[in-house]
């Protein structure tokens, strides 16, 4: 049988893919060996924000005195927040399930192996498809020298007790939510991080927002910090000080993540990589016609939502479409509480640009924030002041992923600055925050000095 889109990998990118391929009439097949959802559904994305919101309650909850609540705690009950975490993975899984199988997707859960543009090896059948769309994904680094014992982000979740104390060999995002979620919970966090600061993706005022927000809760921080060896129940690291040692009952290594694929193999079937990566163009075409490479496989940020958008992308040029990837538009969110978000240009990269405006709206001159008893945090905006187009933001408040959106619509509905200062929000919302900050750029805001 002989199929118009095969896809190997069920992640956010291969499923969304997959599911949009069927409903265009296209045959489909998926390939998936493990779960349906990838990492994002099974052990990334959803996981951790179930357990952050779990940790975030406990938190509250042991702080709720300045609200008139006063509360007698009791242990985190690890064991009930992973079944809860459990039962919206399984549910969404079976959603993922259904949505394949009623877009008329056939899925193969077999591992699948590329032999050409048109045909796929799994268990030793070959199937034969005009177009092939590879998700593989990406799995988590554990690097050389560092004991088994240590875990990663895609271990933790067979963990059944919570440690009392953990070492995080890593400060980027994934290594702040753990921590965040981990302290939330009442365990002992320690963070090394080899960089000068905290994420260092994103602007260093987010940073150092971070920084602070996660000592407030407890944690400790080592910047700077070169981990010289890890061993069951200890960590030895060097820093500027000197060298140094940890005693902790888990260690928790989110160095980064390495995409599944064999770059060797790839090449010898005409597919390009560059930097352990596959080269594509802005329809997510590879060297080889008919193969298309989205997700984790691909350069620029390891996100669900990226390789969903890379994913469509994919299938719209299969099916004829000319749908480009814009990567100036893809969203970045943290979610500590407050969250952090960007998207587009940063502050950094404006201050070096002669067209860019900037306005930064404190979070904490807004009513509903100081309600909620948030005061750290901002909401800023940058836009050409030519044009007034919308070149970036940088938010840093609760609800900030969320918020984003927001500004994504105007971005890609093309609307300018003016159109943001201009809307009536509703009060009292964080959402003000975005009116004010564009109303500064234009030099009207009310609530701002």
């Known amino acids: 049988m002989k199929y118009d889109v095969a896809v190997i990998g069920g992640g956010p990118g291969g499923y969304v893919a997959a599911i949009r391929a069927g409903k265009l009439g296209l045959k489909t097949v998926l390939f998936e060996k493990d779960q349906l959802g990838g990492t994002c559904l099974n052990r ?63 899925v193969v859960h077999r591992e699948a192996k590329l032999i050409d543009a048109h045909r796929i090896e799994a268990d030793g059948t070959i199937w034969e498809t005009e177009n092939v769309i590879l998700a593989s994904g990406s799995k988590a680094v554990l690097p050389k020298g560092i004991s088994d014992t240590a875990m990663t982000s895609d271990d933790f979740w067979s963990l059944a007790e919570l440690p009392n104390s953990v070492v995080i060999v890593g400060g980027g995002v994934i290594g702040v939510e753990f921590a965040e979620m981990l302290s939330g919970a009442g365990c002992k966090v320690t963070i090394l991080e080899l960089a000068e600061r905290l994420v260092a993706a994103a602007d260093p005022d987010i940073s150092e927002i971070l920084f602070d927000l996660l000592e407030k809760k407890g944690v400790e921080i080592h910047l700077q910090a070169r981990v010289t060896d890890c061993l069951p129940g200890e960590v030895r690291f060097e820093t500027k000080e000197g060298a140094s040692s940890l005693k902790c009952d888990s260690v928790l290594v989110s160095v980064g993540r390495a995409p599944y694929l064999s770059t060797e193999s790839l090449e010898k079937l005409g597919i390009r990589c560059d930097r352990g990566k596959i080269r594509v163009n802005e329809r997510m075409e590879t060297s080889l016609p008919h193969v298309y490479a989205i997700g984790d496989l691909v350069a620029g940020p390891m996100l669900a939502h990226k390789a969903s958008a890379e994913g469509l992308a994919a299938v719209q040029s299969i099916a004829g479409g000319n749908q480009m990837m814009r990567y100036d538009r893809i969203p970045q969110c943290i979610y500590t509480q407050p969250e952090a978000a960007w998207v587009g240009m940063s502050a950094q990269e404006a201050e070096q640009c002669e067209q860019a ?44 992923s969320d918020m984003i959106g927001e500004i994504l ?12 200062a201009d809307l009536i929000s509703p009060h009292p919302t964080l959402c003000e925050g975005i009116m004010e900050a564009a109303a500064g750029i234009c030099g009207r805001g009310i609530h701002t000095i």
């Open 409 to 420: 619509a105007a971005m890609q509905a093309e609307a300018c600055i003016e159109d943001l």
């Open 44 to 106: 990334g994305c959803i996981p951790t924000k179930a357990l952050l919101k779990s940790a975030h309650l406990y938190w509250e909850a042991g702080h709720a005195k300045e609200y008139g609540i006063h509360a007698a705690m009791e242990p985190f009950d690890f064991s009930q927040a992973m079944h809860r975490k459990d039962e919206i993975v399984s549910q969404l899984r079976i959603g993922v399930k259904g949505l394949l199988r009623n877009s008329g997707v056939e």
């Open 357 to 400: 405006d900037i306005f930064t709206y404190p979070i904490g001159h807004n009513g509903k924030s100081m309600a909620d008893g948030e005061k750290t945090g901002f909401i800023r905006l940058i836009s050409n002041r030519d044009t007034g187009e919308i070149l970036g933001a940088q938010l840093v408040c609760s609800h900030a």
